[in-house]
């Protein structure tokens, strides 16, 4: 659900998060009592954001890694992965893709 119709515009402009985080939220709801809250989901969205960001030119491939990563980590360890992690974990696959991501930037745990 979205809270105006700005929202849905923001999300219609970014259709690879929105997918991204349709899988995830798709994946969370498989695990009982566990409660998705809004701080995480923007969390996640802010990672997503930052990683389409990091090269503009690019196919937005960091962003279906990991959406990839969290969804294995659902599933296999049946729990949401924090946004610590997550951030983690972005900034591990741009640094491996030579993408320079500074300590003092969103991905820069």
Do not use: H
């Not at 997918?19 to 994946?27: D, F, G, L, T």
């Not at 959406?67 to 659902?74: K, L, P």
């Not at 972005?90 to 993408?99: L, Q, S």
């Amino acid at each position: 659900t979205f809270d105006s119709p700005a929202a849905v515009s923001a999300q219609v402009q970014r259709p690879t998060i929105a997918a991204a985080m349709k899988r995830v939220i798709e994946a969370s709801e498989t695990l009982p009592n566990t409660d998705f809250s809004w701080s995480q989901r923007k969390a996640y969205e802010t990672t997503f954001r930052e990683l389409k960001a990091i090269d503009a030119d690019d196919d937005d491939e960091g962003i279906p890694a990991i959406s990839d990563w969290i969804v294995e980590r659902i599933r296999d360890e049946r729990t949401l992965p924090g946004s610590r992690d997550v951030r983690r974990q972005a900034a591990k696959f741009c640094r491996a893709n030579g993408y320079q991501v500074s300590n003092d930037e969103w991905l820069g745990i």
